[in-house]
C-alpha cells in the first residue's frame, strides 16, 4: 500500500495517508532534534512520498516547530490546501501565567490564534486538545471548539491524552447540543504499551473515532537500534528510554527481528506494521529526527504481517486487564448459557456452574 492510499479518519471524511509525520521533533531549541533545514528536508520528501498528514502542537520545541512547518507552507502556498495540517492546543507557553494554557475559552482561542500566526494560514485541518484539564468544564472546552469551526478557523476536532471516560461525555454534550464532536483520538500505542486496549481502543471504536498512535516505536526501543547483544552498551538516546531496555523489550526485538528478516524488511517496519494492523486505527504517526529515519519508516506501509506472525506478536505482550473486562469471560457464558456466539464459545463449566446454577 503507497503512502497515497489514503483513508478517511475515523467516522468522517476527513481523508489522511496511512502514516502521519510527527514534527515534535522539528527544531533544536530543546537541546535535541531535526535542524531547520533537514526539517524541511523531511516535510519534502514526505510529500513527495504522497503524505499528506503533519501533525504539531503549540508546546512543541516552544513553538518552533509549528513555525518551520509555516515556513514551509509560507514557501510553498500551493501545497497549503493539499495537506492536513493537525496542531494541538493546552500547552502553555507563558510560565507564570495561568490562563496561557490548559482547556478554557480564553486559553483555546488565543492558542489558536497564536498557531494560525506561526503556521501561517488562516484555518487549522484538524485541531487536538493535547491532555484533558481537569479545572475546566468540559462543556465549556467543546462550545469554545464549536465556535473556531463556525468561524472557519478550525476545520475538524481531535483528542488525546484524555480518560475515555471524559471523551465519551464530551462527544455526547457535543452531539447534544449541536457542536462539533472529537473525530480523532491521539494516544500512545505499540507493542510495549498496550493499556488503551481496556478502555480506549473500545470507545473510539464504539463511538467512530479514528486512531493516531503516537509513539508506536515506544521512543526508539522497538526502532531495531538496541538489541539484547548490545543492551548493555547501547546508550539510549534520551536517559528516560533506559527504563525499556529490559528483558521483556528485548524478547519483543528478538521476535520482531525473525519476522524481518523473513520480510527481508527491518524491526521498526515490522513494529510500525503491527500498530497498523490494529483495529480502529487510521493513521500512524512516525517521528523522524533524520531523513533516514523517515525513509525506513515509510517502508513499514509496504509490509504485510501475516495472521499467524500477528497472533504471535500478540502474544508476546497481551496486556492483563482488571475489572470489569475480567469478568467478561463469565458474563459470556451466563449470557450465552454455555454456547458458541460469533465463534467464542464460554462453556459453564468452565467457570464451576452447571447448567441451571448461579455463578454467585
Not at 523517515?294 to 509490509?303: A, P, Q, W
Request: a negative charge.
Amino acid at each position: 500500500m503507497p503512502l497515497d492510499h489514503y483513508v478517511t479518519l475515523g467516522r468522517s471524511g476527513l481523508r489522511v495517508s496511512p502514516l502521519c509525520l510527527g514534527a515534535m521533533t522539528f527544531g533544536e531549541d530543546l537541546g535535541w532534534g531535526s535542524s531547520v533545514e533537514e526539517s524541511q528536508q523531511i516535510i519534502d520528501r514526505f510529500i513527495d512520498l504522497g503524505g499528506n498528514f503533519i501533525d504539531t502542537a503549540n508546546f512543541y520545541t516552544k513553538g518552533h516547530s509549528e513555525k518551520i512547518i509555516g515556513d514551509h507552507v509560507g514557501r510553498h502556498p500551493a501545497r497549503r490546501d493539499r495537506l492536513v495540517i493537525a496542531t494541538k492546543f493546552s500547552g502553555n507557553l507563558y510560565p507564570g501565567d495561568p490562563n496561557g494554557g490548559g482547556s478554557g475559552r480564553k486559553s483555546i482561542v488565543a492558542a489558536c490564534e497564536q498557531s494560525l500566526r506561526r503556521l501561517q494560514t488562516d484555518y487549522i485541518d484538524l485541531y487536538w486538545l493535547h491532555n484533558w484539564d481537569v479545572h475546566t468544564p468540559i462543556e465549556e472546552t467543546m462550545a469554545a471548539l464549536d465556535d473556531l469551526v463556525q468561524a472557519g478557523k478550525v476545520r475538524y476536532l481531535g483528542v488525546s491524552d484524555t480518560p475515555a471516560w471524559k471523551i465519551a461525555e464530551a462527544n455526547v454534550i457535543a452531539r447534544f447540543r449541536g457542536w462539533s464532536a472529537f473525530i480523532g483520538l491521539q494516544i500512545e500505542y505499540s507493542l510495549l504499551e498496550r493499556t488503551v486496549e481496556q478502555e480506549l481502543v473500545p470507545m473510539a471504536l464504539e463511538l467512530g473515532l479514528g486512531i493516531t498512535p503516537w509513539s508506536p516505536l515506544k521512543s526508539g526501543a522497538l526502532s531495531g537500534k538496541y538489541t539484547r547483544k548490545n543492551g548493555g552498551e547501547a546508550k539510549a538516546d534520551r536517559a528516560f528510554l533506559d527504563a525499556f531496555l529490559n528483558e521483556r523489550t528485548f524478547t519483543v526485538v528478538d521476535a520482531l527481528e525473525g519476522i524481518a528478516r523473513a520480510h527481508g524488511s527491518t524491526v521498526a517496519r515490522v513494529a510500525l506494521s503491527w500498530v497498523q494492523a490494529q483495529p480502529g486505527v487510521s493513521s500512524t504517526i512516525i517521528g523522524a529526527r533524520r531523513l533516514t529515519q523517515l525513509e525506513d519508516n515509510v517502508g513499514s506501509i509496504d509490509v504485510r504481517l501475516t495472521p499467524d506472525e500477528l497472533s504471535g506478536l500478540n502474544a508476546l505482550t497481551k496486556p492483563t486487564f482488571g475489572f470489569p473486562q475480567s469478568m467478561q469471560p463469565l458474563f459470556a457464558a451466563i449470557h450465552n448459557g454455555g454456547t458458541s456466539v460469533n465463534g467464542v464459545y464460554a462453556p459453564l463449566s468452565g467457570f464451576g456452574i452447571e447448567k441451571g446454577g448461579s455463578p454467585y
